[in-house]
């Protein structure tokens, strides 16, 4: 069965610092990942995803994840932190592999960033 | 382009009360998705639609829980009676079936039951 980890309930920055959240996941069959944020009394918002094509993906507000099958990781980075970054980070898989059913999510990673 | 679409954005009620949630999924889409988030259990899927078909519904907590989709463009969650441990943000989400498995979110449904 599919399932997603994210290491660290909660992460703290410095404005301008490297914004590493990760996600370790497990699946039994090709996965496509994906990335999603949510601000505050929000929905959430998909950052980027992965569906099988190249292995660096770039999302939206400067953020990537690099798929890496050998570690099952897709750790979310960005090069330099803002202070409208902060919000909760939320990975996931989907559930049957390929884009098909729901998505498994990670428990989140809050991302504070200190100015 | 208007999003998914879900009413009431919060609803307080006391326990015992029905509790009924809406959704209008995107136009076109083919598939909706019930979420429950709480800071317990993160984010859970409670069931889920194809075509307005359910296709698992093994995600919902007991018998108190319902949902329908009528049509492509409406579905609801129900909750009959309601419990203080029902308190949750209720999310749902549509894609299509056949598309990249991206999900597109509603802004949620902030349930207290007292």
């Known amino acids: 069965a599919q399932s997603v980890t994210q290491l660290g309930s909660h992460v703290s920055v410095s404005e301008g610092a490297l914004v590493l959240l990760r996600c370790n996941y497990s699946?039994?069959?090709?996965?496509?990942l994906f990335w999603y944020v949510q601000y505050p009394n929000q929905g959430l918002q998909l950052l980027l995803k992965y569906t099988s094509a190249a292995t660096l993906v770039k999302g939206i507000n400067g953020f990537e994840a690099e798929f890496k099958k050998s570690e099952t990781s897709f750790h979310l980075t960005k090069p330099s932190a803002h202070m409208s970054d902060a919000a909760e980070y939320f990975c996931?898989?989907?559930?049957?592999?390929?884009?098909?059913?729901?998505?498994?999510f990670g428990k989140g990673t809050k991302l504070s960033v200190k100015p | 382009d208007a999003g998914v679409i879900q009413s009431p954005r919060h609803e307080v009620t006391e326990m015992g009360q029905e509790v009924t949630l809406r959704c209008k999924p995107i136009?076109?889409?083919?598939?909706l998705f019930w979420y429950r988030q709480t800071m317990m259990r993160g984010l859970e899927l409670l069931i889920y639609?194809?075509?307005?078909?359910?296709?698992?519904d093994s995600g919902m907590p007991e018998d108190r829980f319902s949902a329908k989709m009528p049509n492509a463009s409406f579905s609801t969650l129900k909750i009959q009676p309601s419990e203080p441990r029902d308190s949750a943000v209720y999310f749902c989400?549509?894609?299509?079936?056949?598309?990249?498995?991206?999900?597109?979110f509603g802004p949620g449904t902030r349930l207290t039951v007292l």
């Open positions: 699946s039994s069959v090709p996965p496509y």
């Open positions: 136009s076109g889409h083919n598939s």
């Open positions: 996931a898989v989907t559930a049957y592999g390929g884009s098909q059913g729901n998505l498994i």
């Open positions: 989400a549509s894609n299509f079936l056949s598309g990249s498995g991206e999900q597109f």
């Open positions: 639609f194809n075509n307005n078909v359910p296709i698992d």
